[in-house]
């Protein structure tokens, strides 16, 4: 990996998806497998993770996650739409619990005004029980500091974490 990724983070997540029976795929663009790995250096994350899709380019993202050209077209790849149908379709493609999605410029090159280098949508997508209405997707941006490599290191560990903050919500809910 890049730089050191905290995997006592990716252990508190596999621990809370155990303990729940639930399970987990990610659909990764800026973080190129960077969260599938720091999830599968964890010994026994078979138990609970299913899948990592390494969907970089536009075409990627709509085939193998249903991401809408509309939403490509109009926002751009690195944009909380993107983000929200990318988490939703690999949690439902793969048919897990948990469905975690990043999508950013990592840099060096690439930013706008809007979106500067550094810049990271992370969606975390629940499927709750069928008839339950309890399934969503939250979104957060972030703008990271920081090289590549940083920028990708910092995505994984806010990923986990946010991933970590739900998984605790939803036990308390």
């Known amino acids: 990996m890049d730089e050191a990724i905290d995997l006592d983070l990716a252990e508190r997540v596999g621990d809370?998806?155990?303990d729940a029976d639930e399970t987990l795929s990610v659909a990764e663009s800026c973080t190129g497998g960077l969260i599938g790995a720091a999830i599968t250096a964890v010994p026994g994350s078979s138990d609970?993770?299913?899948?990592?899709?390494?969907?970089?380019?536009?075409?990627?993202?709509r085939r193998h996650l249903g991401v809408s050209r509309e939403a490509l077209d109009e926002h751009?790849?690195?944009?909380?739409?993107?983000?929200?149908?990318?988490?939703?379709?690999v949690r439902d493609v793969t048919d897990v619990t948990w469905g975690v999605a990043t999508?950013?410029?990592?840099?060096p090159t690439g930013g706008t005004e809007e979106n500067p280098v550094g810049t990271v949508y992370i969606?975390?997508?629940y499927a709750g029980p069928w008839g339950s209405e309890s399934s969503y997707v939250t979104v957060s941006r972030y703008v990271f500091d920081g090289d590549r490599?940083?920028?990708?290191?910092?995505?994984?560990e806010q990923a986990l974490s946010n991933l970590l903050a739900e998984l605790e919500r939803s036990r308390v809910s």
């Open 16 to 18: 809370a998806l155990r």
């Open 48 to 61: 609970y993770f299913d899948a990592g899709l390494c969907t970089y380019a536009y075409d990627a993202k």
């Open 76 to 89: 751009g790849a690195v944009s909380a739409p993107v983000a929200r149908q990318m988490a939703r379709g």
């Open 103 to 107: 999508t950013g410029i990592a840099g």
């Open 123 to 125: 969606g975390v997508a």
């Open 149 to 156: 490599a940083a920028i990708r290191a910092a995505t994984v």
